[in-house]
Nanobody, 129 residues
């Protein structure tokens, strides 16, 4: 059974940092494209970042570029989202997602046209001003 569990969310002041974890069980992480999405109250879900199966290539939304970093540890079956210089606008529930069929080993995307197969339950990130 495949499962993704997010953790690491919390309350942080503007300018602070958090590291989100996405623990994967039941499958080999290197076989899956991993992405982070977020949804703020009253707003649509938006793609934040993704990392390819190979781990070589990553994509970031313009709003987080230069502040967030996605990476993964295949041996520990865990993907991460390091969030620095956090802003109140980053406040949202953050979700980890995985998919094994839509992308090749060196490409990923968070565009809404792509439907990720597996999702975690989300972790709340709140950034105070």
């Amino acid at each position: 059974q495949l499962q993704l569990v997010e953790s690491g969310g919390g309350l942080v002041q503007s300018g602070g940092s958090l590291r989100l974890s996405c623990a994967a069980s039941g499958f080999e992480l290197y076989r899956y494209t991993i992405a982070w999405f977020r949804q703020a109250p009253g707003r649509e879900r938006e793609g934040v970042s993704c990392i390819t199966k190979s781990g070589v290539n990553t994509i970031y939304a313009d709003s987080v570029k230069g502040r967030f970093t996605i990476f993964k540890d295949n041996a520990n079956s865990t993907a991460y989202l390091q969030m620095n210089s956090l802003k109140p606008e980053d406040t949202a529930i953050y979700y980890c997602a995985a998919d094994s069929t839509q992308f090749g080993v060196h490409y990923c995307s968070t565009d809404s046209r792509y439907k990720y197969s597996y999702w975690g339950q989300g972790t709340q990130v709140t950034v105070s001003s």
